[in-house]
C-alpha cells in the first residue's frame, strides 16, 4: 500500500519529533480512503456528551441506583473530581425522563457556595439556577412552577412535586461546595420534605459530591466536618463510582480506532491501565495526550512507547486533575496517612474517618495484599514530586557536572557531585521540606530532578511497613537502583537490611550498579557535613554497591 505525500510527510515529522529513545516504526492502520475526519474526542474536563466524546455507558459503574429510585431512596454519591459523576446521573435524568416514567433532573448548588453564612441569598441564587436546568432540560409540560417567590428550596420543591404530572427524580450536584449555615439549611430542608414524597416531595433526590455527608464542611462543634450527627440522616446508601476495568479502559479506546482507524497495541492499552488502574480522567487524558500531540496523525500506531511519554507530560504539567488531587496533601489528616506511605513506616493512630477519607478521595486503595496503598503509579509519581517542590524550588544554582562531554551520565560524577550537594546544602534544605519524616527523602529528590532535567526519568517505589523507599533513575543507557533508608533512635543499623533489600530491587531493574543512601536522623550527630561518609560494599548477591551514610 503506497501512502500520500502528505501521509509520508507527516510519518517523518512524528518520526523526527519522537522523544523516546527506539525508533518507531510506522505501520499504516488502514488505507487512506478509509481514514475519516475526528469527530468525538477523549475528555478531560467537565461532563462527557455522547456527540463529542468518547464514553462508556457509566450508570454501569452504578448498578444499584435503579433500585433506588424505585423504592423512593434519599442516597449519595462521592468520587473523586473527574470520574464521572455528573456524567452518569445526567445521564441517567434524561434517560429517566425519556422513558416518560419521571421528572428526572441534574441540578447544582454551586451557585450558593458563595453565601455560606447567609442562606437565604444562598436559596435565591440556587432556586435560580434550579429554574434555568429545568427549562433547558426537561419539556414545557414538566416545568416547575415561578419560584421567585419562594422563600425556600422545601418550598419549591413542594410546589413543584404537588403539581408536576410524573414523581419527580432529583440529582443535586456539587453538594458539599456549600458549607456552614448554607449547607445545613438545604440538607433539613430535604430532611423535612423527606416523609412527604412522593406526592409533594421529590420521590428520590441524591446528593453528589467528593465527600459523603459526614465529611462536608461546616463550623460547628471544633471538627469542622458534620460527622456522623447529619441532617441527612435519611440518606439509605452511600455510592462510589468504581473506576474502568482493563476490558472498559480497551472498548473505550477501541471507540477511537472505529472513528479513525488509529489502532491502540495491546501493549499500550495494558500499560495505560496499569499506570492508571481504570482512574477515568487518568485513561482518558493519557489517550488525549497521545492521539492530539505525540501521534496526531491516524496513519501512526499507539504503542507502549506513547504511553510511556503521555504518562511523563501529565506528571510534568500536573493539570487541574493531579493539581487539585496534590493540593490535599496540605490536609493534616490526609498527611497522617501519606507522610508513613511516602516514609515507608507503619501506619500510626489515625481514625477509621481519616482512612475512610483517603479512600474517598481516591488518593488510596486498599490492597488485594493488604494494607493502605497509593491509588495508582501517576498517583505515586506525582505526590513525592509535589512535596519536592519547596525543596527544589530552594537548590542552588548546580553544573552538571556529572555529563561527560558527550552528554552521557557519569554516574560516579553524579555521587561526587551529590556528596558535595548534600555537605553544604543539606542541612538547611532539610528545614523547607512540608513532609519532616521524609525531608531527606525530599531534598535527594529535588538534586535528582535537577540530574534528569527532561532527559531522563526519575521513577518511585514506597508502601507502608516497607521500612524504605526506593529510586530508579534512568538516563539513556544508565539505569542506577537507589535504595533509600532512615536510621532513627531506638533502631540497629539498617545497613544489612538495606542491602537484601537493594539487591532484589537491582535484580528486579536488571541494573548493576545502586546506591543505599542511609540518613541517620538519631538524636545529638554532628553536622551532615561532618558525618557524611561513602564506602563500596559486596551486596549477598555479589552486586558492588555505594553505601552512602548521611
Not at 452504578?62 to 423504592?71: F, G, N
Not at 533512635?489 to 537484601?500: I, M, N, S, Y
Request: with cysteine.
Amino acid at each position: 500500500m503506497s501512502l500520500t505525500k502528505y501521509q509520508t510527510k507527516n510519518a517523518y515529522k512524528a518520526l523526527r519529533y519522537n522523544t523516546s529513545a527506539k525508533p518507531q516504526v510506522f505501520q499504516p492502520t488502514a488505507r487512506s480512503s478509509d481514514l475519516k475526519p475526528m469527530t468525538r474526542w477523549f475528555n478531560t474536563a467537565g461532563p462527557c456528551k455522547p456527540e463529542s466524546h468518547y464514553m462508556l455507558p457509566s450508570l454501569e459503574r452504578l448498578p444499584s441506583v435503579a433500585r433506588i429510585i424505585e423504592q423512593e431512596g434519599y442516597f449519595v454519591i462521592h468520587a473523586p473530581r473527574q470520574t464521572g459523576k455528573t456524567t452518569a446521573m445526567l445521564t441517567l435524568a434524561q434517560q429517566l425522563t425519556a422513558q416518560g416514567k419521571y421528572a428526572a433532573l441534574m441540578v447544582s448548588t454551586e451557585v450558593g457556595a458563595a453565601y455560606s453564612q447567609t442562606p437565604d441569598k444562598a436559596m435565591v441564587a440556587i432556586l435560580r439556577a434550579w429554574s434555568d436546568a429545568a427549562t433547558f432540560w426537561l419539556p414545557i409540560e414538566l416545568h416547575p412552577p415561578n419560584w421567585s417567590d419562594c422563600g425556600s428550596i422545601g418550598q419549591a420543591l413542594r410546589q413543584w412535586a404537588s403539581q408536576c404530572s410524573r414523581p419527580i427524580v432529583l440529582f443535586i450536584d456539587e453538594i458539599d461546595a456549600l458549607q456552614d449555615e448554607a449547607l445545613v439549611s438545604v440538607l433539613r430542608q430535604l430532611r423535612d420534605g423527606y416523609p412527604r414524597r412522593p406526592r409533594g416531595f421529590p420521590q428520590s433526590l441524591a446528593l453528589i459530591g467528593l465527600r459523603d455527608v459526614r465529611d462536608y464542611k461546616v463550623a460547628s462543634g471544633g471538627s469542622g466536618r458534620l460527622g456522623t450527627a447529619s441532617p441527612f440522616n435519611i440518606k439509605v446508601e452511600s455510592l462510589t463510582l468504581r473506576n474502568f476495568t482493563q476490558s472498559e479502559v480497551a472498548s473505550l479506546y477501541q471507540q477511537h480506532t472505529d472513528d479513525t482507524g488509529q489502532v491502540f497495541t495491546s501493549e499500550a492499552i495494558q500499560r495505560a491501565f496499569d499506570l492508571t488502574q481504570g482512574q477515568p480522567w487518568l485513561v482518558n487524558a493519557l489517550a488525549r495526550q497521545m492521539v492530539e500531540v505525540l501521534a496526531a496523525d491516524p496513519l501512526v500506531a499507539l504503542t507502549l512507547e506513547h504511553v510511556e511519554q503521555a504518562k511523563e507530560i501529565l506528571i510534568q504539567r500536573q493539570d487541574t486533575h493531579l493539581d487539585s488531587l496534590a493540593e490535599r496533601l496540605r490536609e493534616p489528616r490526609v498527611r497522617a496517612i501519606i507522610e508513613p506511605i511516602l516514609a515507608g513506616q507503619e501506619l500510626g493512630e489515625v481514625s477509621n474517618e481519616d482512612i475512610r477519607f483517603v479512600l474517598d478521595l481516591g488518593l488510596c486503595v486498599m490492597s488485594p495484599q493488604g494494607g493502605l496503598v497509593i491509588a495508582n503509579p501517576i498517583y505515586r509519581e506525582v505526590l513525592p514530586r509535589v512535596l519536592a517542590v519547596p525543596p527544589t524550588a530552594s537548590l542552588p544554582q548546580i553544573a552538571p557536572t556529572w555529563l561527560t562531554p558527550s552528554g552521557e551520565l557519569d554516574v560516579q560524577a553524579l555521587l561526587e557531585a551529590f556528596l558535595q550537594f548534600w555537605r553544604q546544602h543539606g542541612e538547611p534544605l532539610l528545614r523547607s521540606a512540608s513532609y519532616h519524616e521524609i525531608a531527606p527523602h525530599l531534598v535527594l529528590m529535588a538534586f535528582l530532578h535537577r540530574v534528569v532535567n527532561g532527559s531522563g526519568t526519575l521513577e518511585r517505589e514506597y508502601a507502608l511497613g516497607s521500612g524504605r523507599m526506593d529510586l530508579c533513575l534512568r538516563y539513556a543507557q544508565v539505569t542506577l537502583g537507589i535504595e533509600l533508608k532512615v536510621w532513627r533512635d531506638g533502631r540497629p543499623d539498617p545497613l544489612q537490611a538495606g542491602l537484601g533489600q537493594l539487591d532484589a530491587y537491582l535484580s528486579r531493574l536488571g541494573a548493576v550498579s545502586g546506591w543505599l543512601i542511609i540518613f541517620d536522623r538519631r538524636s545529638g550527630l554532628l553536622p551532615i557535613e561532618e558525618r557524611t561518609t561513602t564506602e563500596v560494599v559486596e551486596t549477598p548477591k555479589h552486586y558492588q554497591v555505594t553505601v552512602v551514610r548521611g
